[in-house]
């Protein structure tokens, strides 16, 4: 419990820097790439905001739990339970492979329309691939 | 995997969330274990013998294909 306590403040320090970093960092790159066109700036301004209000949320969340400690047993319970961490790891193991085999049905009905998404699905696939096959050989290592 | 879990609870009068805490687990992960939904782990079922004072084996029934 004390290491969890422990892990939690860590990553407020870090969530903290986080908030610091981003609003500085989202500045000086508007004003250093001068972004002029409106659908780039509004998706980088889109991502920091949301970053933003993710980061602060978590930031209350964890000060709550640190300050109220059934609240924080509670959370350690939920956090560290075995039926828990199997349905995350069945759920992405699952979706993936949904996700991936909705990408390659996609590669091939976009061949027929645009073949820049078809090539951009493509390599999207191919990418997984090459991911999935370096995680493998690490946990295959590691285990 | 079948287990006695449920009837060994009720044997010792005690309440779900009461055996999830002593175990550091969720209420939903009992409800799953009783309901044979849910296979516990190596730890969870060391821990739920512990519990109740029994071995693993006299926990959990394990099945002729599951041992292989």
Redo the contacts between chains.
Sequence with gaps: MEDFRKKLERKMKILALICCIFPVSFISGMSIFKLKDDFSSGLVLGVCISSMLVTVYCLAKYYSLLHNDEKLKKYY??K?????D?ISKETMRTSSVICLVLTIIACILFGFINKYVSIALAADVYLSAIITLIVHNYYKKKM | MKNKIQQLRKAHKVTQQELADALCVTRQTIISLENGRYNASLTLAHKAAQFFGMTIEELFIFENDENI
Excluded: G, M, Q, S
């Design positions: 319970v939920e560290t339970d075995e039926r828990n199997a």
